[in-house]
């Protein structure tokens, strides 16, 4: 990575502006989930052992403009405080006249938790003068949120022109893993795409064939491509306007891509369907494919046997449901034994290995759906490309 991180910086005695992704999952005004506060641990510790005081901001979920208490970051500034064991302060806005106050009377190895940045409209439209607010509170930037790197927003790209600006760990180790996957990936280098559209993932799909040795189609993608392989898929899920598409990528790469050869499907889409298994190719009416079947999996070991790296974004089937889950946990407990450097795409990718149980045994799963995913479509993040290089 070509970008400075807070070890190349001096921080003692300096007020640092660190944007975290702390759009963490809530239930009736608690976090029900503290794995990205957790995530962003090593950096505000790293920060404030450097002598530095820390504000906080981060953005959660979407509100309508103007506070909103259903959307207040003091939830997770209290979990925060937990993890830290040490108290954090909570700001009444991410800037103003009192958020200033309260930025300049911080002593090192404090830290204050600024509110949510988009009860703001400037943050999303990446407004400079709230940028420059922002920027006013503060010495240093660090942006350790990757999961909000591919938005150009106010406190993700706008904020660093106007301070010295720098990456926090988080967002060194995803942009060293999912660079491995984009710059020069070992090989054998195995790429799975699941989820259910293939529209959504084109650009994804094209720079991983360029790359990998092999792509294993999944989920409601791989439907599509089966149609456009001339099989009737019933009642499954099937993107009828990438249908042509889709046979024109099997044209050119037919024997990279791996296509399910058989499938778990239902009678309907619910969680109590009758199921059975069959071959792709004898989906009788009125039914559905949901998962792949027991020779897909056999099919998949083979060619994750002996590979180097593996990137994994998207499951292969619809794993919230019990019926439905066993591919893509079967595929998961491959990855975690296969002594590949495993990196997994962020959202429902990175659920269905922590339900799965194997988490921990991934190399990397990464804590930016969106961001991942358009980082493997070499897209230049905003977020990124706005920190100091080296």
């Not at 607010?133 to 660090?142: G, K, N, S, T």
């Not at 891509?257 to 109590?272: T, Y």
Request: net charge neutral; charged share 25%.
């Amino acid at each position: 990575m070509n970008k400075k991180t807070v070890r190349d910086i001096d921080l003692k005695g300096k007020r640092v502006f660190m944007r975290v992704d702390f759009n963490v999952p809530m239930a009736e005004g608690q976090v029900t989930d503290d794995k990205r506060i957790k995530a962003a641990l090593p950096t505000i510790n790293y920060v404030l052992e450097q002598g530095a005081s820390v504000l906080l901001a981060s953005h959660l979920g979407r509100p309508k403009g103007g506070f909103d208490p259903e959307f207040s970051l003091k939830a997770a500034a209290e979990v925060l405080a937990g993890l830290l064991g040490r108290p954090v302060k909570m700001a009444p806005d991410c800037v103003g006249a009192e958020v200033e106050k309260m930025a300049q009377a911080l002593q090192p190895g404090e830290v204050l938790m600024l509110e949510n940045t988009r009860f703001h409209a400037g943050e999303e439209k990446n407004d400079p003068l709230l940028a420059q607010q922002m920027a006013a509170l503060a010495d240093i930037y660090v942006n350790d949120a990757f999961g909000s790197a591919h938005r150009a927003h106010a406190s993700t790209e706008g904020i660093a022109r106007y301070l010295p600006a720098v990456s926090g760990f988080l967002m060194e180790q995803e942009l060293e893993y999912l660079g491995r996957a984009v710059a020069n990936p070992e090989h054998p280098y195995i790429a799975i795409l699941g989820g259910a559209k293939i529209s959504d993932k084109i650009l994804v799909v094209e720079t991983l064939l360029s790359k990998c040795d092999k792509l294993i189609i999944g989920g409601g993608m791989a439907n599509t491509f089966l149609a456009a392989k001339g099989l009737n898929m019933q009642d499954s899920l099937v993107e009828s306007a990438s249908v042509e598409l889709a046979q024109s990528i099997l044209k050119k790469v037919e024997t990279k891509l791996v296509l399910p050869v058989d499938a778990v499907i239902a009678d309907k889409f619910d969680a109590d369907a009758n199921t059975q298994t069959v071959a792709v190719d004898k989906i009788p009416a009125g039914w559905r494919m949901l998962d792949v079947g027991p020779r897909t999996l056999d099919l998949y070991r083979q060619i994750l046997t002996g590979a180097k790296l593996i990137v994994w974004n998207g499951p292969v089937g619809v794993f919230e449901m019990p019926k439905f889950a066993e591919g893509t946990f079967a595929l998961a407990k491959m990855l975690a034994e296969s002594g590949a450097i495993t990196v997994i795409g962020g959202g429902d990718s990175a659920s269905a290995v922590k339900k799965a149980g194997f988490a921990k045994k991934m190399t990397h799963v990464s804590t930016g759906g969106g961001a991942s995913l358009e980082f493997l479509e070499g897209k230049q993040l905003p977020g990124v490309a706005a920190l100091n290089d080296k």
